[in-house]
């Protein structure tokens, strides 16, 4: 498993190769990767920048692997996420599950997706017309999170 935070583009053909290489036995392995969007609810954003503690995020994204591992049963997984200023259009997280049946790779995808925004220190700010707004947590991220909890 790894957890990487990187202020460089993201390379999702390297990450899957690297997932592949560590999912012995793996009949399954589903990627995710989400693109900043280049609007919000007041109109156009012209990119965001990502703030993250070093260390505690990465500290942050292995645990949450270590329970998508535990609650799916993973061969493998992993997380990239981006900070710094990212573009319209670009990839911000990268995200890959191995599993032996696709059902597992697929739920742990969503299950690490919809934690990450919840248990992992990453802070967000939206560039709008010369100004930068840091992003407040969305109901619906936290309601995508407790779907999960509630599971348990």
């Known amino acids: 498993m790894f957890a990487e935070v990187t202020d460089a583009a993201l390379d999702e053909q390297a990450y899957n190769t690297r997932l592949k290489a560590k999912a012995t036995n793996a009949g399954a392995i589903v990627t995710f990767t989400g693109l900043v969007r280049d609007y919000n609810n007041e109109g156009g954003i012209d990119g965001i920048s990502l703030e993250h503690y070093p260390g505690m995020t990465e500290a942050a994204m292995m645990k949450l692997l270590e329970q998508a591992k535990m609650q799916f049963d993973l061969r493998s997984a992993g ?19 191995a ?6 790779a697929f739920e742990a995808a969503e299950f690490v997706m919809d934690m990450l925004k919840k248990s992992v220190p990453l802070w967000k700010k939206e560039h709008q017309d010369g100004d930068a707004t840091w992003v407040a947590a969305k109901a619906s991220d936290e309601e995508a999170a407790m779907k999960w909890l509630n599971q348990k």
């Open 79 to 97: 997380i990239v996420h981006r900070y710094g200023f990212v573009g319209n259009h670009e990839p911000i997280v990268w995200v890959g599950c």
């Open 99 to 104: 599993a032996s049946h696709r059902k597992a």
